[in-house]
C-alpha cells in the first residue's frame, strides 16, 4: 500500500488526537491508501514529528554553512584572530541584533564587495569586537582566565 510524502520524504503525519494513545485510522473512502502511521503510538508520532523539525533544521544549518565559514573567514584575517574570536564576533552579534546568524554572516561577506554592513548590524558588531578584542592581553593574544 503507497504511503504519502510530504516535501522532506517523511510519511505525511496527522494531528494527533489528544484522549487516545494509540492513532487511530482516519475515515477514508474505500480503496484510498492509508497513512503510514496510522496505528503506531502517538510517544512515536511525536517523536517523528521532533526528528523531521530537526532535519530540517540540520538542512538549513548545512545550507548556510559556507557563508557562516566565509565571514568566520573575513573577521578572522580583519581582527588578525582565530576562528574562535570570529565565531564570538558573529555570534554575540547575532544575539545583541536579534538577526539571525546567517543573516549577520551574509552581511559581513558582502561587505568585502563594497556594500556595507548592514546599519542595524553596526552597533552590535561593533560591541562585540570591543569584547572579543578586550579579552586579548597587550601583545594581541588570548587571555587565559587564571587557574582556580
Do not use: C, F
Not at 475515515?27 to 514529528?49: C, F, K, S, T
Not at 582565530?82 to 554575540?92: E, G, M, P, S
Not at 538577526?99 to 542595524?120: C, N
Not at 553596526?122 to 601583545?139: K, L, N, T
Amino acid at each position: 500500500m503507497p504511503s504519502l510524502r510530504t516535501d522532506t520524504g517523511l510519511p505525511r503525519i496527522r494531528p494527533l488526537a489528544d484522549d487516545h494513545t494509540t492513532a487511530q485510522p482516519s475515515q477514508r473512502p474505500a480503496g484510498e491508501p492509508g497513512d503510514a502511521l496510522d496505528g503506531l503510538p502517538l510517544w512515536v508520532r511525536h517523536r517523528l514529528a521532533e526528528l523531521s523539525e530537526e532535519n530540517a533544521q540540520l538542512k538549513q544549518a548545512i545550507k548556510t554553512r559556507p557563508v557562516v565559514d566565509q565571514a568566520r573567514g573575513v573577521l578572522m584575517a580583519a581582527l588578525d584572530g582565530d576562528a574562535d574570536d570570529a565565531w564570538q564576533v558573529l555570534r554575540k552579534t547575532s544575539q545583541h541584533a536579534n538577526v539571525p546568524l546567517r543573516d549577520v554572516a551574509a552581511s559581513v561577506v558582502s561587505s568585502t564587495g563594497g556594500t556595507p554592513i548592514r546599519e542595524d548590524l553596526r552597533v552590535p558588531m561593533r560591541e562585540a569586537i570591543r569584547q572579543v578584542w578586550g579579552q586579548r592581553d597587550d601583545a594581541g593574544r588570548q587571555r587565559t582566565a587564571p587557574a582556580a
